[in-house]
């Protein structure tokens, strides 16, 4: 049941009282029994957020990250004329680059359908809706690559680019319940345990992906039947679990005025825009934020083309480097939100921005043929990989206006995917000039470097305090 508000904010969660409910005791008295509803109804809301990472994170693991890179360019490569290029719409593409545009294209597509998403959310309030919209939709296109074999380079660009922007508009609508849902001094926490389901998730899913693609002999299967079933799965688990956040999370209503005051779609990014003006520290963390994740999202998305294409390793060596990832990601998502905890958000992801820095000028002298260090570097990723983006989303939660959470997120994501077009290019490009991709991963450096610069120059806590919210004791 949703709650009216006076303005153009959230109200708090306000669930009925329950005849002869108690207050809980504590060292300090009693909470009166409204309060401790509140809080029960506050972490109910909480476990189904969690949901949606556990749903949604398997596409990042097993599809994005593993197998859909290395099979797509195969794929590709299969059409290729006798120089190496696929023709899509008439323009020459090297097979070998052709996933890293295609994840371009999305990010473009994202673009310009996030910026609609979040103003609709923030005018109607009803967000589960378009959850559930650009949820299903992304399912339903990751389910679609069971059919993607032979040459059918194209149809796998399609629903790569179907389900990759469906993704990134369900999460400006995901991450924008955090300040809703999470009292300040909780979301650094709330957030970590979030990425920690997601990449429990995709451990868990990859695992079996791992059994089946090794064992797919026994199954009576062919390699490449093995992969879509893997990818296909990745769909069919997505849609499974979307449903827990569709039942726990709520809509909240927003008043007529803020109603009317709000433009939709592109009209509103540009308020957005200009509203974030008055916020320049917040604009300032957004374009460190642009950099950086920009590098991780692009070592996420090319890492398992770098390791078959460069480094000669098959598939299920690949596998077992990813499930180490996703092992680590859940304790190091969880490790660096109690580094954060004790030293603050902003000082943590500098940190890791250093090691990720080391990562990828580690990768470029990794051996060919050598899974031994694939798998060291592997460990690495997994480290800092989940606390990089749970303490990014934390650390900007706070920086929010109340009342603007899906606008300022759809500004958050177009961060988080806006730029995420650049890496996979200047990835594609590079290769396509070099032929190397270990010249293509050192290109990533320089995100990093960037991001770093431009973040430890943002005050935060006095940009938490000019966007109107009050500020935890380390941030």
């Not at 108690?22 to 969690?50: F, H, I, M």
């Not at 934020?289 to 480094?311: K, P, R, W």
Request: proline share 4%; glycine share 10%.
């Amino acid at each position: 049941m949703c709650c009216a508000t006076g303005g153009s904010g959230p109200e708090p969660v306000r669930p009925t009282r329950r005849p002869g409910a108690r207050g809980k005791t504590t060292s300090s008295g009693t909470v009166p029994a409204e309060e401790s509803g509140r809080a029960d109804a506050r972490r109910r809301e909480q476990r189904g957020w969690y949901a949606y990472d556990w749903a949604c994170s398997v596409y990042s693991t097993s599809v994005l990250t593993v197998f859909l890179g290395p099979y797509l360019t195969t794929v590709a490569r299969t059409a290729a004329d006798a120089e190496g290029y696929v023709h899509p719409l008439g323009i020459p593409v090297a097979a070998g680059s052709f996933f890293a545009y295609a994840v371009s294209l999305s990010v473009i597509l994202a673009i310009a359908v996030m910026p609609v998403a979040g103003a609709a959310a923030d005018r109607t309030g009803r967000k589960k809706p378009l959850l559930a919209l650009s949820a299903y939709l992304g399912a339903a296109a990751t389910a679609g690559m069971f059919f993607l074999d032979g040459d059918r380079y194209l149809l796998g660009g399609l629903l790569l680019v179907v389900a990759n922007a469906s993704l990134a508009v369900s999460m400006v609508l995901y991450n924008s319940y955090l300040p809703q849902i999470a009292a300040p001094e909780e979301r650094d926490a709330v957030s970590s345990k979030g990425w920690a389901f997601g990449y429990a998730a995709g451990a868990l899913v990859l695992l079996a992906d791992l059994v089946l693609y090794t064992a797919h002999e026994s199954f009576g299967l062919s390699e490449g039947t093995a992969v879509r079933i893997c990818l296909a799965s990745a769909g069919v688990w997505w849609g499974a679990f979307t449903l827990v956040p569709l039942r726990r999370l709520r809509d909240r209503r927003v008043s007529p005025r803020a109603v009317a005051a709000r433009r939709g779609g592109w009209g509103r990014l540009t308020a957005t825009v200009k509203d974030m003006r008055r916020h320049p520290l917040t604009l300032g963390f957004l374009l460190a934020y642009l950099m950086y994740n920009d590098g991780v999202q692009t070592v996420i998305s090319q890492a398992s083309v770098f390791g078959s294409e460069e480094l000669g390793l098959d598939q299920s060596t690949l596998i077992v480097a990813v499930l180490l990832v996703q092992v680590l990601a859940v304790a190091g998502a969880l490790g660096m939100g109690r580094l954060a905890d004790r030293h603050g958000a902003q000082r943590t992801i500098l940190g890791s921005l250093v090691v990720w820095t080391l990562i990828l000028a580690a990768g470029y002298f990794l051996p060919a043929g050598s899974p031994v260090w694939f798998f060291v570097l592997a460990a690495f990723i997994g480290t800092v990989l989940g606390g990089t983006q749970a303490l990014s989303r934390s650390l900007f939660s706070h920086l929010v206006p109340a009342g603007k959470e899906a606008e300022y997120f759809a500004a958050f994501e177009m961060s988080d995917r806006g730029m995420s077009w650049l890496g996979p290019l200047l990835f594609g490009l590079t290769y396509q000039l070099t032929g190397s991709y270990r010249d293509a991963i050192l290109s990533l450096v320089l995100f990093f470097v960037i991001g770093f610069a431009l973040l430890a120059r943002v005050p935060v806590r006095r940009a938490v305090l000019d966007a109107g919210n009050a500020a935890p004791g380390r941030i």
